[in-house]
């Protein structure tokens, strides 16, 4: 194993590039009706950006076909992911107990091959159940992964695996059929052909027609060499990591650990040439798939950028990035950053509901996001807006519409060296946090809130001559605070009186972001 150091931005990369998924037929059987309330768990193909493909394969375990299945992907060192049928498990313990020491993800394809989009609810709910229990007995642990047969969706099927913890699981655009016997060459040739970025594959280690070697396996043997020719890299490494960064204070510190590991990899396997744009998707891919929290793009995309940037997320995909060349040291400020002693470990469903509630607004006028909505369409439509969806998500949007005004001005007075102009805009920002963005404490629990209270502290520490604001997603943790140097000392000793010693924290910001130096 290679063993290598790497430094980091302040604020630091989950492991995961892209979600595993395939189907048994080409149908979407999904309604309109629920698309939108489940598309957090719902995956159909993964990040376009890196030679990533997904090996899955369906309807196993097979007595006869899933070893050999196991032994080209343990001759090739590859992984792969396969969706049990439950009912099949008890009756092959060791292979599923093979296909977990081997370093491979375990899913469930409900315990009988039903069709969901036909079944009921409690039907449904045993049909998981039963093969989430036969696996876990197996294996020691739940699946996380599901995917329906024939790829049928319901409402009552999404409700089940959501309330499992589970993703569901589909497929992108290569489906061979092979459970059909199409012919070797026609399984080689469908995926040489259609193979792209990010697909999600979609084989069958089991087979109606019992011989020797399906097709399948004879195919992977062709497949599998091919797309490592063609060079889809991946590889396994040891690592010791150090960080000062505060765990669980709204500093960022999961977006800064997924970065490094994605520089960890692109260094190790792909000469630092993995676009630091990309890393940072992966990052937020693998905490809003694998950790669950639906975090935005900014917290990573800053660790792996660097520096004060302006970014705009348009296009989440292509998101525009601009450096901001600034030193508060030059206008006689320091930016401090306190830790007010909360923690987000339970916090993200207040976290979700705040975009939640804004594309709600945004789906009102048939847009995916609020920035498409014109403002005064929206003010038009006030009153109905606050029927249908509540006062809140109203507030939420008001605070968008304004606040990326703000981001702008920031930037301009930034950019035209008026600092002034720029404090009084970070004093209008997190004033609007507060009232309307609503994310300084949590609805769930209104007897602490040490954001508050710090904010206030703040405030009287600082009078008009700083400025403070809630940091990060908010909720608990940190607020930031642009101070003038003569006073820092005066504001550290006020804000550690009420949060003890070592809660102020007097930062720079690091103007480079994910890089290797040794």
Not at 244 to 261: P, Q, R, T, Y
Not at 273 to 280: G, M, R, T, Y
């Amino acid at each position: 194993m290679k063993k290598i150091l790497y430094t980091l931005v302040i604020i630091l990369f989950i492991a995961g590039f892209s979600g595993v998924c395939s189907a048994d037929n080409d149908k979407d059987v999904s309604a309109d009706s629920y698309k939108y309330d489940y598309e957090d768990i719902i995956i159909k193909k993964g990040n376009k950006s890196e030679k990533v493909v997904a090996l899955t394969f369906d309807d196993g375990p097979d007595e006869v076909f899933t070893p050999q299945v196991l032994d080209i992907l343990k001759k090739y060192d590859v992984k792969a992911t396969f969706f049990l049928i439950g009912e099949k498990v008890p009756y092959n313990k060791q292979i599923v107990k093979r296909e977990k020491e081997e370093g491979h993800e375990i899913g469930n394809h409900t315990y009988t091959h039903i069709n969901a989009a036909k079944k009921t609810k409690s039907e449904i709910e045993s049909e998981v159940t039963k093969t989430q229990e036969a696996i876990k007995e197996i294996t020691g642990e739940y699946p996380t992964l599901f995917r329906p047969p024939y790829r049928a969706l319901s409402r009552d099927l999404c409700q089940v695996v959501k309330s499992k913890n589970m993703n569901i699981i589909l497929w992108s655009n290569i489906d061979v059929r092979d459970w059909s016997n199409p012919g070797v060459n026609t399984i080689v040739s469908t995926i040489d052909e259609k193979v792209e970025n990010g697909n999600i594959i979609i084989l069958h280690d089991y087979n109606t027609v019992r011989n020797d070697k399906s097709q399948t396996i004879q195919a992977l043997d062709i497949v599998i060499p091919k797309l490592k020719e063609e060079g889809y890299k991946i590889g396994g490494f040891e690592a010791y990591v150090t960080s000062d960064v505060l765990n669980g204070a709204g500093m960022s510190s999961s977006a800064a650990f997924e970065v490094l590991i994605g520089n960890i990899l692109s260094g190790l396997y792909n000469d630092m040439k993995i676009d630091p744009v990309f890393l940072a998707q992966a990052g937020q891919y693998a905490e809003n798939v694998y950790f669950g929290k639906p975090c935005g793009l900014m917290d990573q995309m800053a660790s792996s950028i660097g520096g004060l940037i302006n970014i705009d997320f348009e296009d989440p995909q292509s998101p525009k990035i601009k450096k901001v060349e600034v030193d508060f040291e030059e206008y006689g400020h320091s930016l401090c950053i306190v830790d007010t002693k909360g923690s987000h470990a339970d916090l993200t469903d207040d976290y979700a509901a705040i975009p939640y509630e804004m594309k709600k607004v945004a789906n009102y006028f048939n847009q995916e996001a609020l920035r498409e909505v014109d403002k005064d369409e929206f003010y038009l439509n006030l009153p109905k807006i606050r029927e249908i969806l509540g006062d809140r998500a109203v507030l939420r949007a008001m605070h968008l519409f304004e606040e990326n005004k703000r981001v702008d001005q920031q930037v301009k007075a930034l950019e035209e060296g008026d600092f002034d102009t720029f404090k009084k805009l970070i004093k209008e920002s997190g004033d609007s946090s507060f009232k309307y963005l609503q994310n300084v404490y949590s609805s769930h629990d209104l007897t602490n809130q040490s954001v508050s209270i710090g904010l206030a502290i703040s405030d009287i520490s600082l009078g008009d001559k700083g400025v403070s604001r809630v940091h990060g997603g908010g909720f608990a943790g940190t607020i930031q605070a642009f101070v003038p140097n003569d006073i820092v000392s005066m504001y550290k000793k006020n804000m550690e009186h009420v949060f003890g010693e070592g809660a102020c924290h007097v930062l720079k910001v690091r103007p480079y972001g994910g890089m290797k130096v040794l």
